[in-house]
Structure formats: C-alpha cells, structure tokens
T-cell receptor
Framework: GNSVTQMEGPVTLSEEAFLTINCTYT??????LFWYVQYPGEGLQLLLK?????DKGSNKGFEATYRKETTSFHLEKGSVQVSDSAVYFC???????????FGRGTSLIVHP | SQTIHQWPATLVQPVGSPLSLECTVE??????LYWYRQAAGRGLQLLFY??????ISSEVPQNLSASRPQDRQFILSSKKLLLSDSGFYLC??????????FGSGTRLTVV
C-alpha cells in the first residue's frame, strides 16, 4: 500500500512569509497526489492535485510539483496570509490501492 | 456534480447510549466510501471502508460498526458509546483521478 511522511508541525510564520511543507510518499504504481486543507472546525477540502510526474498543481497561491524521482510533493506558497492558518494533509491516491493514505497533517499558524 | 451529505453536524451523547451517523452521496454510482475519525489535534484514522452494498472492511478493532444498506448510503453505528469514541467523524468517497470528497464532519462528544 501507499504511505506518506509529512513534516511535523506546527509551522508558525509571520504574514507574507514563504511557506514550505514537505511531503514524501511511497506507493506501488503511479498514484495521483493531493493536498487537502482543513480549516478549524471543518471537514477537509481539496486544495490542489497533480496526476502525473512533473505536473504542478496550484490553487489559492499554493503550488506543489509531482517529483517522481524524489517521490515528493512539497507544498509551497510565496506569501502566506492569516487566513491560511489551517491543517494541511498530503495524500497519494490510487496507484493500485483502494485505501486512501493521509499524512498526519501539518498545522500552519500565521501571525499578523 | 458529486456531493456528500453528512449529519448531524454536532452530537453530545451519554456513555452507553447508541450512535447512528449517516452519510449519503449524490452524483455518482458505486462509490468507494470511507469513515474516518480525527481525534483532537491528530491526523485521520481510517475506521471503515466499503466498495459496494453490504461490503464493509474494518481497519481497526473498536466499539463501532458500519453498514451500507444502499449504494450511496454509509452508516456508522455503535450500540454503546464509550468516552474514547469522542472525536470528529468524517465520511468520504473517492474518485481515483480526482481525489476524495469529504463530508462536513460530525463532532461527537461522549459525556
């Protein structure tokens, strides 16, 4: 099955700082890769995705590139806002596995 | 478009009482459905998944059970709740190319 390693949080940044949240995975086959965001008290929402090697997913200023050679899908944003404070989950899907695999989640706290 | 409905949004139940959480999906057929639990400040724990009507796989031994009486309905149940059952419960379905769609979650507090 798939597995995910996600950097430990919380990540605490000042507004307008650069963000990187690391994610590496192991999978059989060729999974699609996803980042999900969970705002306080809510369910998870899809943030962005990439379905094949070298694809870049982007949404709301966040980006992540599917790096097959390093099995990574790091999340980046050039200038974070207070409203970005949330928990972020990395998740490969498919690649031969029915079972979705989530990282432990990384809490991001952005201070004004 | 595909949507997923989960209810109730919040629930406070006494220890020893029964539980029934319901999840329904629209806009797709024969989905893979999942129940997750998220304890406070923790990641997601997969509880059950179902690939079809009447087909339930359990990931961890526990006080809970799941049923899938219809193609787009997934129910999480307990006969007698424990304090440790408190948490945030999420239903989800998956499209292998487009990822997961989650319900809005149920906050269960067992008192």
């Amino acid at each position: 099955g798939n597995s995910v390693t996600q950097m430990e949080g919380p990540v605490t940044l000042s507004e307008e700082a650069f963000l990187t949240i690391n994610c590496t995975y192991t999978a059989t086959g060729y999974p699609s890769l996803f980042w999900y965001v969970q705002y306080p008290g809510e369910g998870l929402q899809l943030l962005l995705k990439a379905t094949k090697a070298d694809d870049k997913g982007s949404n709301k200023g966040f980006e992540a590139t599917y790096r097959k050679e390093t099995t990574s899908f790091h999340l980046e944003k050039g200038s974070v806002q207070v409203s970005d404070s949330a928990v972020y989950f990395c998740a490969p899907s498919g690649g031969g596995s029915y079972i979705p695999t989530f990282g432990r989640g990384t809490s991001l706290i952005v201070h004004p | 478009s595909q949507t997923i409905h989960q209810w109730p949004a919040t629930l406070v139940q006494p220890v020893g009482s029964p539980l029934s959480l319901e999840c329904t999906v629209e806009g797709t057929s024969n989905p893979n459905l999942y129940w997750y639990r998220q304890a406070a400040g923790r990641g997601l724990q997969l509880l059950f998944y179902s690939v079809g009507i009447g087909q339930i796989s359990s990931e961890v031994p526990q006080n809970l059970s799941a049923s899938r009486p219809q193609d787009r309905q997934f129910i999480l149940s307990s006969k007698k709740l424990l304090l440790s059952d408190s948490g945030f419960y999420l239903c989800a379905w998956i499209d292998r190319n487009y990822g997961y769609t989650f319900g809005s979650g149920t906050r269960l507090t067992v008192v």
